[in-house]
Structure formats: structure tokens, C-alpha cells
């Protein structure tokens, strides 16, 4: 999956730099949910709540932990690790809640195929029916339409993830652009941001297309761009992710004792 | 009223060959019901639909390997870090395994809809603007909000035939008590016709935890209580130990191909009973915990 | 993140006076958040409409005996072995107060629809041949099944604007853990826009029980936290003192005319402060108990 | 309320004898579900798990204890002491499975007006919008339709509760009778016993009207007739209602120690 990554080009691993880019888009007022396979926004959120961000809350979905101690870091989203943790909720009312739209304001995603418009499909690459890759299934990602600010992640950064179109719509973007956008008026604030092992970006407000933010460590726009299936809005600048400060490297790693986001 | 039954002898009287909508518990790597599941290999108990939680796992990638589903009603099948469901995705992309595509509200909910006797379930509105209920018009459909005149999306109640469902413990009359994460396995058990528990283990009734209302599923809905400790693995049981990965990535690579998902069959389902496939894995070393 | 008020400033800061849609906890004659309750009479709340759980009784009936109820969506307002509730059955009677009839389904499902930002329930047919839907056409309408076409009940979402609710502890972020039974005071929380929680104790964090999944509510859903042991007097608060029945029956004589329940209202209530309340019935002198 | 009872002729109270009574209509294969102030069913359902049906379950609306150990009985159906049973339910499961229609068997039922189909109401006496006598509320009666066997039981018997048409259908029995019944396809089996102070009743199947089964010891027909504001259908034989045995008391009173069904 790490095929389009950039090599570290100092002491951290790829997982921990994003977890610390997340980490930056995130507020104290935030209460943020996130699913399958999560170590990195768990991490993230972690982090805020250890640095900038103290009462920012964090469901790990799945088991459902609320504010789960990450004592240590745990790779599957429903592991018996994550109760350990303020409160627990009943899966039942997470789903309830992400429905409800106004509670939760940050919700974690990705997919196999995340498109200009930052639609996301973890659903089948190729026609639905007969599919050329057979993805797990959508989860919660069609809730995507309900909450405050998507934050997409993704390990994989090349062009058959990041794609013009997805083939099979399982978390909803912009949809089509501004138009399409307005017209459905989605409870939702749509995604915010997109955070790669190249790159960070956002959305042009015009054109509601992906934009380059910054370019992390050791990664050139080159190669971004090369990486990136469709035409990324380019800023007039830009700049370069700020590395990983020692404070928040050391938080990271704290709370990821086994080192499950350097892919122990 | 005893209800404890072998392993074998459960899912002989209460899982029919063909039966209609089967659930599978647990969610990920957590809690599969695999002693029942295994079992449903040996017995080559066909499935007509099966229906994992918001996430299934290795309970239902092996009744897939063994051919013996023909429809899944599933949001999520996979291993999460570990990598993609090799059997689930190679029958879908073979085009012998239908999916009900859905989504993690309508499972969720519509599971609460089969329990209720609800007719259907209103969905959130937005949740439309997702593809999977184009794909799968059998459960969906459009529904004008009475009270609002908007279009929302509806799902059809989801009421198993039976369900397969794996809990800490129970006494003989099944009255069982959840550790750790429930997941959707209390919705499944109120909406199931016929449930079947493994449990950790067989405790007399007044060892259960009584006043924890919502960690318990009573007795009156379930059919068999089967003691399987260590019957999780190699997914993990919540209060009683971790998931196996080196089994299951054991089982990836070999069910990366159909005839490598045989012989995992072979060695470690319809080749053994039960208790000697615990063996073999050293499963249920660990087992006993606290409820 | 400190969210402890006393129980003045927590009325005062997030119960606007005529709030819109308002949902007291506890059912029957348990666990009433009866502090929270007594502070909205004291500051002279209004409520446009009031919501019960499927029993509501002294929390209801207390609001409307002091004139500040002017709907009231319920199932049941009574005080079950002990008698009708005086000052609910005179208002109705009298045409002053306007009742949204409900049924137990309907509250119960409703909340989670409200959670859930579901469009409406659909409830289970056989429900509309009660004459509940009929007296109450704001909350019910009919809607033609999409899947079986067959027309069915329909209820809107409940969702608070503000829930007044009662639990064992929290701590000073909200987190808070129920004790005992839990009837719909969960989804009151989940509902509602606005949480105000009396405890019988504000409790560190690390003593929140962490693994009983279900059991609590997460601090993000509360905006207050009052500590009020001894605060359901006279209803029980579970896991902590029992109900005071012969308080109740004196509540029950007293305000079986107008003017003795402002009489009870003066004694009680209006002329004395919480603290003086709780001394004058030595109510939370047992209170300690497990959580 | 107890204006139509009967007198004890001997040493039991009319809550006792209406226990025994009722537990005398169920089964070893029953669920049953109850209500809001449901001390005499409990005891019925504890009574018949003592002796002829071990195998069948009762849930304690409200709290909802699973077999609750009625150490001693309580009068609240929300008393804590119903959670010392043998699992407890959250309320939400237990309105969901009321719903289900085929989990529970029986249903506990009353009113403030009962009539002459066994339908039931304890809403309001007079016109709904500006009532005689406003009761409390429905609660979870229009469930009535969807379960096995209603059982009804009232500690009042009067022409004021036993009417022949209810002033709110609150409760469905056999609505307006065979045909309404027939029509309606209502998925429970309809009302199928009354226990009052006075006596037992049942229902004619082919008018679906409560027709009197048996007097309770001390009791004649024509108090029965008096006390009932409807024409009751009439046996060709009323028996007498067995008195309790000696077993059935000393179960009773073991359950009930602190006298709840005495009116203690």
C-alpha cells in the first residue's frame, strides 16, 4: 500500500509525520470520530489533546472508547484496548450520533480511491457489478454527508488511489463540484483537508477541486503531481510541511509505545 | 430448561443446510463466533444470505472460502491492517458471491428495525447521496418524509433466521453476559429467530452480572449455548484474549488463492474437530478472565 | 473543562426561560432529577412543551402544578400504586394544559430517531388500531410501508432541546455513569441539544467505570454538571436511597386541590433552598452507595 | 379503588387470590411482559415458575429485570430491587421486543375502563380533549395488538370500569368484535382472560365478548351481573374459582413478604 511514499528523510516514520499533520487541523472545540483500521487519527487526536487542543474529545469507533488512553496504540479499531478510555459508548449509539449530525464536527476517512472532489470509495474499483478490485465495503463512510469536516488520510499516494472520479461513491464529497454541491444541500461541511505520506492539501473554495497545501519533508511538487491521478489546484505557493517538532514526536511516541504507526 | 449442546449438535438442530438470513457476531478482528463458524464448515451448512456486523471478518471470509454462501449482506468485509478478505474479494470479482451492499446506519439500525418489529427505517437524509443503496435496491428504497415531504432513504428491517454469536458467558437456560464491546451482537440476538451462543464459558446463573442493564442478552431468545473456549481464535475475545495475527496472516496468504484457501480448510476446519484445532493453535491457553 | 455549576447557575445558564421542547428523566417514581426539577420552579422556567420518559410523575407533575407547563408530551403521568397525578389531572381536565398523547413506542423510538437525526419512525403495525395517533396528529401520521405498501404508524423525532436528567456520578467533563436501571435517560442525552445532569457525586475520571459499555453518558453530550446528593428526593435514586413514599403521599394530598399544591409548592419548593429542602426531609442521609 | 371487591371469606387478600388466579393461566413455554404497577402479575408469574411452568420467563417492565427473584415484591415497576434478577434488559430492548410481537407470549393488562371486547383504557373517562377523568396515559397498551394473550386484570370492579365501549381505545382488544377483529389482521391473539375481584372471565368466540368463567369463593353470578356495566356472555355452567392451596399461598406470601398484594 506504501508504494507512493516518501522515504523518511529523518527520524520519523511516514505514519507519525501524518498523525502529526492531522493533528495540526484539529481544535479544542472538536469532537472527532473515526473507524476502521485508525491507529493514525487516534494518534492525531491524541496528540491535539496532549498539545493545542486539551478538550478535544475522540471516539474510537468500533470498540468505541471515548477518549481511549492509547496505552499503547492499538492497529484494529475494535480492540479491547480502546475501553480503556473515559467513557465507553454502545457502537448502536455511535452510528446513532454520526446520524445526528450536529455532535460530532471531525470524521476520519478514506478509501482505495479518493477522487478530485475528495469523494472517497472503499466500495469496488471498476464497475460495481463485476468488479476489478473488490474492496471491504463502505462502513460509515456515507456519513461523510453529515458532519462538520471530513479529514481524509491515505497511506497510498498514486494514481490509481487518487483518481478524477470514483468509480463507486461510498463517502460523499463535493459530489460533482460547486453546483451539485449547493443543489443537495448536505447537512455536512464537506472534506477539509488531505493529508498523504507526500503531501497536505485542501479544497479551492471555488472550484471545490483538491488543492496542494504543503509538501512534506524530502518531497518535491514534482512529485506529487506525478502521483496524483487527476489536475491538483496548484496555490501560487507552496510551502513545505513543518517536520515533526521533538515535543510532538515525543507525544507521538508515547501514546504509539509499540510503534504500531511505524508499521511494527 | 438445559440448552448446552455440543458444538456439533448445535448448529446440526438449529442451523438448517439453506437457511435464510444468517448472522454472523463480532465485528474485525474481535469476537468472531469461529467454533460455530468452523462448524458450519464441517456440516457444509450452506448459507442463502449471510449478514455480517457493520464489519465482518474472518467469519464470514471463511464460509465465503468454503463456498458456502451465496448472497452477503455486509458493509465491510476484510482485516482491517492486515489486508483485504482474499476469499470474499476473489468470489466477488469472480461474480458467484451477490452483495447487499450497505452501509454501517442501515445494518446498524435496520437490525434494530428486525428487533422491533419496525416496519422499515428512515434513514438520515445525506445518506442518499452515497451510491449503495442504487446498488442494492432490495433493501433500499426512497421513502417521502410524511412530515417534511422531503425523499430520505429507507431500509428494510433486518430479521435473521439465525444468529451466530459469541459472548464471555451464559448459564444452561442462555442467559449470557457480554465482556468488553458489544458491537451489534445484543441487536442481532433481539432480532434473530433462533440464536446460538459459544461462550467461554457454562456458569451457573447466579454468577452473571445482574445489574449491568445492557451487557446481557436473557435467556428467552436463545436456542443453544455452546461452551467454546477459545473458540474466537484466531480473532481475539473481549475480556479473555488477543486476536492470533500470525494465524490469520497465516490464513491470508494462503486464501490468496483458491486452492491454498482448500487446504487451510483442510488442516484446520474439516480436517479436525474442534477441539483439536485448539490444540493445534494453542488457543484457549489463556482463557478465563473476569467476566 | 470544568462543567460543575451549582444547581442555580446551571438553570439559569442553559434553561432559557419558555424553552422549547424539554425532557425530564427518571421514570415512575425513580430517579427523577427532582433538584433540577424543584430550581426550574424556584426561577420560574417556563416550558412550551414538556417531555416524559414513557412514566413521567413527580418531575411532570411538580412543573405543571406550578403553572409552567403549557404541553406536555407524555404516555403516563401518574404515581402508579400511590394515585393519579393531582396537579397533571386537574390542568387536562380543566383544558389548561394541552397533551400530546404518546405511547410507549413511540417516546421510546422517538428519542432514538432524535439521536439518530432519522427522518421519522416507523412503528409496528397494530399500533395505529389505539386511538393514541388519532388525539395526537402533530407527533403521528400515517405512511405508506415502501416495501409491503401497507400503510403504517409514523412518528416525528424527539430531540430536546434541553434534557434535565439524573445520574449516579460524573465527572467535571460530563462523563457520567448511570446506575441501576437506565430507562430512556441514555437517549435522552443522546437527543437532546442541551444536557443538564444533576449526580449524587462529582467523582475524579479514573473512578468512572470505563469497561461496562452502555452504563454511561460521554462528557461531549453534557453542557452542566450539578452535584445534588439526595437530589431525587422523594422519587429513589437507583443505586442510592429508596423512594419516600410517605413524602409522596403527603405531595399527593397536598395537591389534590389548587391551592395546597401551592402550598406545598411555598413549603418546599419556592421558600426554601435545595439545601434547606434536603435537611427538612433528610433526604440523602443514606446517600453514599457503590456507583 | 376497591370499591367492587369481594370480602375475603377466608384467610387470603383479593391481590393474593387475583395472583393465583392469573398464574393459573399460564404456561411452562410463556413470556410474559407486564407493566406499570404490577406487583399481582410478578407474583403470578413467580408463583407459576415456583410450581407447574419452571420454564417460563417474565420481564418486569420498567426496571426491567429478566426473572426478577421478588425478594421481597415491590409496588413500582421501576423499583431497584427488580434489577435482583436473573439478566436485566435495557428499556429500549424491551419496547423493541414488544414490537416484535413474537418473543413475548403474554401481556399484563389493565385500565381505567375495560368493555365488553377486552379493549382497555387508561387515558381518560369522557371526551379525550376535555375528559371527565383524565388518567394517566396509555403507557405501552397498543402493544396489545401484537402479542400472544392478553391477560387483563383490574382491582376494581364496577359498571364505571367495565363498560361496554372504551371512551379511548388505548389498548386493543377484540376492537368492535368479530368483524373489525377479523378485518384488522392484527398479528397478536386478542385478550383471553379478565381476573377481578369477583370473578374470572374469558371470551365467546364467536361474538368475541367477555363471558364470565368463573366467581371467586363468596362471590354469586348476580354480583358479577351488577358489578358489570355490559351484558356478559353467560356460561351454561359458572363454576366456583378454586380457592388458593396452601401451596400456592405459602409461595405467594414467601415472594411477597413484605405484603405488597395485601395493600400493605
Redesign the interface.
Known sequence: MNGGAATPPSGWATGELMAVELARQLRNDDVAVMG??S?IPQVACGLARATHSPDLWFVAG???GVNPHLAPTV??????E??RSDT?L???DV?LL????DVFTVFFAGGLQIDAYGNCN??AVGD????????????????L??VGRVLIYSLSHNPRTFVERVD?????GF?DGPGSWVE?G???GGPAAVVTPLCTMDFDQATLRMRLRSVHPGVDVAQVVEATGFELVMPDQVTQTAAPTSEELAVVRRLDSSGVLKGR | ?DKVLSVGEAIERFVPDGAGLVAVGG????NNPMALVREMVRQYRHVTRLLTS??GALNADLLVAAGLVEQIA?????F??LG??PA??RA??A?VLRVL?????YI??GL????????????????E????WK?NTESY????????G?K?L?G?PLAPDVALLHAAAA?A?G?A??A?????D??MA??A?TVVLQVERVVP?DQ?S????????????VQAVVEAPGGCHPT?S??HY??DEAHLRRYLSLAASADGALSYLEEFVRGVTEQDYLRSVQAGASVGGEL
Not at chain 2, 115 to 124: C, E, T
Request: hydrophobic content about 45%.
Open positions: 476502521t483500521a491507529a468500533g470498540a468505541c492497529a484494529s479499531c475494535c480492540d479491547e480502546l475501553l465507553v454502545p457502537l448502536g452510528v454520526e446520524g445526528r449530525g472503499l466500495v460495481w457489478a463485476r468488479p476489478a478490485l473488490r474492496g471491504p465495503g463502505t462502513v460509515g463512510l456515507p456519513f454527508s453529515r463507486f461513491l461510498g463517502g460523499p459530489l443537495a448536505l447537512p455536512g | 430448561m465485528m474485525h478482528l474481535q457493520p464489519c455486509t458493509s465491510y468485509v476484510g482491517e491492517h483485504l478478505a470474499f474479494r466477488v470479482e461474480g451492499e450497505c452501509d454501517e446506519a446498524t439500525h434494530s428495525a428486525g428487533a422491533g418489529g419496525l416496519p422499515f427505517v428512515a434513514l438520515p437524509a445525506g445518506l447521496f452515497a451510491d449503495v446498488a428504497c426512497l421513502v417521502t418524509d410524511p412530515f417534511t422531503r430520505v429507507a428494510a448459564d437456560a442467559n453476559v457480554l468488553g464491546a458489544h458491537f451489534v445484543r441487536s433481539l432480532a429467530k446463573t452473571l445482574r445489574q449491568a442493564v445492557g451487557t446481557t442478552i436473557p435467556g428467552f431468545l481475539a473481549h475480556g488477543r486476536v
